[in-house]
T-cell receptor, first 115, second 112 residues
């Protein structure tokens, strides 16, 4: 398996533009997580899905953020409109809830810069 | 409020020594505690998971302890090597929510 695949790796956009981040989890994993990492706040959970259903979105900072998981192999995180304070590295992670002894597998992240 | 604290100061040790990293938490009752390694520009990589009823877990040169009375986990790397240099993150899972909350990490630097 190629692991968790995120795209793009880097995104630079202007304030006010829409940004869409993409994630392909590991095949067979039934939970998917979106995290954001900054120097100030570390890794913060934004939202997670079990079996493609959003379970907890309490970490989503505001209505400008939305996430979807239309099927087991694809998820998107959208920011509209983007603001400079959204600049961070966004990670997607997946896991198999049936594997009790194993943790999350993270993608390589998308580095977002909003200017 | 809930807190997961890791030493924000970098830990510098000499090759061959044992590195010990600390994770303290407050106002959590974790069912699981996990440790991850993160290299610059990469996502975190899972290392070890320990349950609340386990005192210690080992994997090759790694050892994790979990003391729910002290609300603390220690992460040890024995016979450390320069390749072990990275940031190490601890993370808690309360079990009921099945979601991980991460500490801010401790950077380990192993020198020759």
């Amino acid at each position: 398996d190629a692991g968790v695949i995120q795209s793009p790796r880097h995104e630079v956009t202007e304030m006010g533009q829409e940004v869409t981040l993409r994630c392909k989890p590991i095949s067979g994993h039934n939970s998917l997580f979106w995290y954001r990492q900054t120097m100030m706040r570390g890794l913060e959970l934004l939202i997670y899905f079990n079996n493609n259903v959003p379970i907890d979105d309490s970490g989503m900072p505001e209505d400008r953020f939305s996430a979807k998981m239309p099927n087991a192999s694809f998820s998107t995180l959208k920011i509209q409109p983007s603001e400079p304070r959204d600049s961070a590295v966004y990670f997607c992670a997946s896991r198999d809830r049936g594997q009790a002894n194993y943790g999350y597998t993270f993608g390589s992240g998308t580095r977002l810069t909003v200017v | 409020s809930q807190k997961i604290e890791q030493n924000s100061e970098a830990l510098n040790i000499q090759e061959g020594k044992t590195a010990t990293l600390t994770c303290n938490y407050t106002n959590y009752s974790p069912a699981y505690l996990q440790w991850y390694r993160q290299d610059p520009g990469r996502g975190p990589v899972f290392l070890l998971l320990i349950r609340e009823n386990e005192k210690e877990k080992r994997k090759e040169r790694l050892k994790v302890t979990f003391d729910t009375t002290l609300k603390q986990s220690l992460f040890h790397i024995t016979a450390s090597q320069p390749a072990d240099s990275a940031t190490y993150l601890c993370a808690l899972d309360t079990g009921t929510a099945s979601k991980l909350t991460f500490g801010t990490g401790t950077r380990l630097q192993v020198t020759l």
